[in-house]
């Protein structure tokens, strides 16, 4: 089983920045995939980026989210700059172990509870 418990949501001003954090617990931190994905109101849940062999991004917002994991900490983070109105939404920090190469939400096994952010235009 593992364990995630994200944190550093909030309210912040369009154009601001906020750094969510994504703590893992209960398997070898450096042998898990781990993803983020937010759900909108009213939206699907949807992929933002994820860290494996390497880093991935949704295109809206390349350039803006930056992903990075500290193994020692057993801890991935989402520094997220320049946010906009519709980056509104409850973000989800998710794990799974390491090979599979598609980024739907079905193929994370573990999910941490939520953290919600909360753009002002």
């Known amino acids: 089983q593992v364990q995630l418990v994200e944190s550093g949501g909030g309210l912040v001003q369009a154009g601001g920045s906020l750094r969510l954090s994504c703590a893992a617990s209960?398997?070898?931190?450096?042998?898990?995939?781990i993803g983020w994905f937010r759900q909108g109101p009213g939206k699907e849940r949807e992929f933002v980026a994820a860290?494996?062999?390497?880093?991935n991004y949704a295109d809206s917002v390349k350039g803006r989210f930056t992903i990075s994991r500290d193994n020692a900490k057993n801890t991935v983070y989402l520094q997220m700059n320049s946010l906009k109105p519709e980056d509104t939404a409850d973000y989800y920090c998710?794990?799974?172990?390491?090979?599979?190469?598609?980024?739907?939400?079905?193929?994370?096994?573990?999910w941490g509870q939520g953290t919600q952010v909360t753009v002002s235009s």
């Open positions: 998710a794990a799974r172990g390491t090979g599979a190469i598609d980024y739907s939400s079905a193929s994370y096994n573990y």
């Open positions: 209960g398997r070898t931190f450096n042998c898990l995939d």
């Open positions: 860290s494996d062999v390497r880093t």
